[in-house]
């Protein structure tokens, strides 16, 4: 169904950012995604960040249970989800209590009424009904009664009460719909997709979502409809992917390219399990997923596929890294080509499973057994995770080691456009295995070349036999061997391998003057909030670059002068300070701080605030 002519007026702005938020069972993830990718195919640049409740059946109507979904869409290039919101649905009072102080002042709040009722009222700590007093005069307040109509809405579908009300999601996207000049279409063709199957549904559902596009149509009390136009994104095709499925994406390509069978061995651990899952859809591209029985079987396995010839990769969060700790320590010693997928969430130990956090830098670098250094790699947005995952691949290849891609929580299950590459786009991965060895020579596993990588042997090829293992190698033959001086060499041979990788990745870009008042340096998810506050600084005549790695261990050649070509270098991170603990060690170099541990994203303004400090 196209959107019809617009009776009421409507208004043009260059952005939004619109969040939906419920009980965990009311469907705002859903509501969430169709929204972004109705605004992808509209051709808005996107960016979203999705809340997952940190209770997975916490009681219904409480603040534990409240999930969210925000979407930034705009006709100019972005990078973060937003720090406000502009339009705020709440389906329950519990809702409106965790997620009010996001909304700006003037901002338009709709509200399902019908759920304001006593019980739900207490469960969110309101003494009274907050939709009837004063306390939400700075809003443009909407309650609508979402349950009743979209109730009459699906009558006559033969759906119970409670099946009726698992549409009240579609209710809300359609008014959601109108108010920012969205069409039905996509989400039309959606419901046939996913609920063909059961047509009763898929009509209630369709139902709902044009009863609530022709509430807001008719309603006098909206009277503004807004339009949000296309961005002037680079040409091509693209399509909204989230960062998790960009990593498996990454990971297939990667392989394709190389030649290679992708094997992936792990655990499901929330927030990194959707790369299994992705996975586990393309066994026509020669995958093999092994969902294994835990976090030490996942590891090991995929260190024999890497021994086997494979494509080895292994995915997981923090806590199943500690439990992969000892087992990667034996692909160092073994020195095999593997990927290490780390979604960092919040910790320690379970700590919060739904939220987002970067503090495993310090696990990514030292939390192993032993002189045990590995390449660190980190993506910078959810399209970056795809390139990301073949350049560590790349890197792992020529330098016969174990790369760990550091993600995270926010950039795993956030969204943006993603321009689909060429296939002649992508970077080929040059695979060398030794040919059999027919004339009686002893074969030397390693022997290295100029990169200190050694030959990656195929079992059972012809003269090639040798011993792996987690004891100490004899330099060149790779025999267990207990000498000291061998163990020290070894020990710095494999450090200085990874050191090498320096020498074979771009040097560090700079967003900015090459010297000035202050650098603000960032790794990981922080990128959107960090370019864009630096962006707004700059604009504002302070001189400010912004500087962010891709590359943790071992940092780019050029990144020490660039370090010191500024008078203070400022570190945000949600950490308590990781990085910069790496950078005064390495270069001593003092750094200013900025950091975050409370599961959410830094918003632009932290960083205008803090960059003005500093040089105020």
Not at 430 to 446: A, C, I, K, Q
Request: one cysteine or more; glycine letters at 10%.
């Amino acid at each position: 169904m196209a959107t019809s002519t617009p009776s009421k007026p409507v208004t043009t702005l260059d952005e939004a950012t619109v969040r939906f938020c419920g009980d965990s069972g009311d469907g705002m993830q859903l509501a969430g995604t169709q929204f972004t990718n109705t605004s992808a195919l509209l051709g808005n640049d996107v960016a979203t960040f999705p809340d997952f409740p940190a209770e997975i059946r916490a009681p219904r109507g409480t603040k534990a249970g409240v999930s969210g979904f925000q979407i930034h869409f705009s006709s100019n290039e972005i990078f973060t989800p937003g720090d406000t919101v502009d339009a705020l649905v709440a389906m329950n009072p519990a809702a409106l209590a965790t997620n009010l102080s996001d909304l700006r002042a003037g901002g338009i709040l709709l509200v399902n009424k019908d759920a304001f009722e006593k019980k739900g009222l207490e469960q969110a700590g309101y003494a009274s009904d907050p939709t009837e007093g004063d306390g939400l005069e700075k809003y443009k307040l909407h309650s609508v009664e979402m349950t009743k109509l979209t109730r009459l809405a699906v009558e006559g579908f033969g759906l119970s009460v409670k099946e009726a009300d698992r549409c009240r999601n579609f209710f809300a996207m359609g008014l959601v719909f109108w108010l920012y000049d969205r069409s039905l279409d996509p989400t039309l063709r959606f419901i046939e997709q996913k609920f063909g199957k059961r047509p009763e549904v898929a009509k209630a559902n369709t139902s709902a979502l044009k009863a609530g596009y022709h509430y807001g149509e008719t309603v006098e009390a909206i009277n503004t409809q807004y339009h949000v136009g296309p961005a002037k994104l680079p040409s091509g095709t693209y399509r909204n992917i989230m960062g998790n499925t960009a990593l498996a994406w990454g990971l297939l390509a990667a392989a394709q390219r190389s030649g290679k069978r992708l094997f992936l061995g792990a655990y499901p651990i929330t927030p990194a399990s959707d790369v299994l899952h992705e996975l586990s859809k393309h066994k026509n591209f020669d995958v093999l997923t092994f969902q294994a029985e835990d976090e030490i079987a996942a590891v090991t396995a995929t260190i024999g596929a890497a021994f086997a010839g494979e494509m080895a990769v292994t995915a997981s969060s923090g806590p199943g890294i500690a439990l992969k700790g000892e087992a990667l320590g034996l692909a160092v010693m073994t020195e095999l080509p593997m990927v290490v997928i780390n979604v960092q969430r919040g910790g320690p130990s379970t700590g919060l499973p739904t939220k987002t956090e970067q503090s495993d830098l310090f696990q990514a670098m030292y939390g192993r057994n032993g002189e045990c250094p590995m390449p660190i790699l980190a993506a910078s947005s959810p399209g970056d995770c795809f390139d990301v995952a073949q350049e560590a691949w790349r890197i792992a290849v020529r330098f016969m080691t174990p790369v760990m891609i550091l993600s995270d929580g926010y950039l795993a299950n956030g969204s943006e456009p993603w321009r689909i590459p060429d296939l002649s786009e992508l970077p080929s991965v040059d695979v060398e295995h030794p040919g059999p060895s027919l004339n009686g020579d002893e074969f030397m596993p390693y022997d290295r070349d100029e990169r200190l990588a050694r030959p990656w042997a195929i079992p059972g090829t012809p003269g090639l036999m040798h011993r792996l293992g987690g004891l100490e190698k004899q330099d060149g033959t790779g025999n267990v061997c207990y000498d000291p001086d061998n163990h020290e060499q070894m020990c710095k041979t494999r450090a200085q391998k990874v050191a090498n990788v320096a020498d074979d990745v771009p040097l560090q870009e700079l967003d900015g003057p090459d010297s000035g008042d202050l650098l603000v340096l960032s790794w990981g998810g922080t990128y959107g909030a960090c370019a864009t506050a630096v962006h707004q600084t700059q604009g504002a005549g302070k001189k400010v670059s912004h500087c962010h790695l891709r590359y943790l261990n071992p940092f780019p050649k050029n990144f020490e002068k660039i370090l010191r070509s500024f008078d203070k270098v400022m570190i945000p991170e949600l950490n308590l300070g990781q990085l910069s603990v790496m950078v005064r060690s390495e270069f001593l170099i003092d750094t200013i701080g900025l950091t975050k541990v409370q599961g959410k994203p830094f918003s632009v303004a932290e960083i205008v605030d803090k960059i003005n400090e500093v040089l105020g």
